[in-house]
């Protein structure tokens, strides 16, 4: 079953922090956040495992929570550059399942 | 460089004629599988692989058929396309089980008339 992601978008200006969020109904052992810009190929942010361990890229950072079987991604202090489509993905790679995205759009 | 490469990147063609979509590794990488993106619905898992020879179904493969025969190659078959199956396709492949990144293709948009 898909994971659910929120919000579907989000504007933000440069600087500002943000939120998204990824929930699964079904118990989590890891996820994976990839970034999609417009046009190009999911690229791969990071991975985190059971045990609520946060992980880091850059200012993004993620942090999981098997308990209430939900991960979420914060972008702190946003860049131009981090405009794109991020998905979270749960389960292993032999039966990944993808959120439908959400929509983040960084403006000057 | 490490890469996954599809070809092609744009196809437009017409309902029923068969088409082969390839994707290649470089990485060595046991583990290969295909997805297909829709708006709104995010990317769906069409068939994957864990090895030469092992293939299976993901959530959506009606239509669709793949092979396995070499480790780094893994085409999507339409063997007899509509235009239902019109969309954006992504191979991807990862070092193995469990919990490794994929690495996505740069895709391949197909436009079934």
């Known amino acids: 079953q898909q994971p659910v992601q929120s919000p579907q978008a989000v504007i933000l200006r440069e600087g500002e922090d943000a939120v998204i969020n990824c929930s699964s109904s079904k118990a989590l052992y890891s996820v994976h956040w990839y970034r999609q810009k417009h046009g190009e190929a999911p690229v791969f942010l990071m991975i985190?495992?059971?045990?609520?361990e946060q992980k880091g890229h850059e200012k993004i950072s993620a942090s999981f929570n098997e308990k209430k079987q939900q991960s979420s991604l914060y972008l702190t202090a946003s860049q131009l550059s981090y405009s794109g489509t991020y998905f979270c993905?749960?389960?292993?790679?032999?039966?990944?399942?993808f959120g439908a995205g959400t929509r983040l759009t960084v403006k000057p | 460089e490490a890469q996954v490469t599809q070809n092609p990147r744009y196809l437009i063609t017409v309902t029923g004629k068969k088409l082969t979509v390839t994707c290649s590794q470089n990485m060595n990488h046991e583990y290969m599988s295909w997805y297909r993106q829709d708006p709104g619905l995010g990317l769906r898992q069409i068939y994957y692989?864990?090895?030469?020879?092992?293939?299976d179904k993901g959530d959506v493969p009606e239509g669709y058929k793949v092979s396995r025969k070499e480790k780094r190659n893994f085409p999507l078959i339409l063997e007899s396309p509509s235009p239902n199956q019109t969309s954006l396709y992504f191979c991807a492949s990862s070092p193995g089980r469990g919990n490794q990144p994929q690495h996505f293709g740069d895709g391949t948009r197909l436009s079934i008339l």
């Open positions: 692989s864990m090895n030469v020879e092992v293939t």
């Open positions: 993905g749960t389960g292993k790679a032999s039966d990944m399942r």
């Open positions: 985190l495992l059971k045990g609520g």
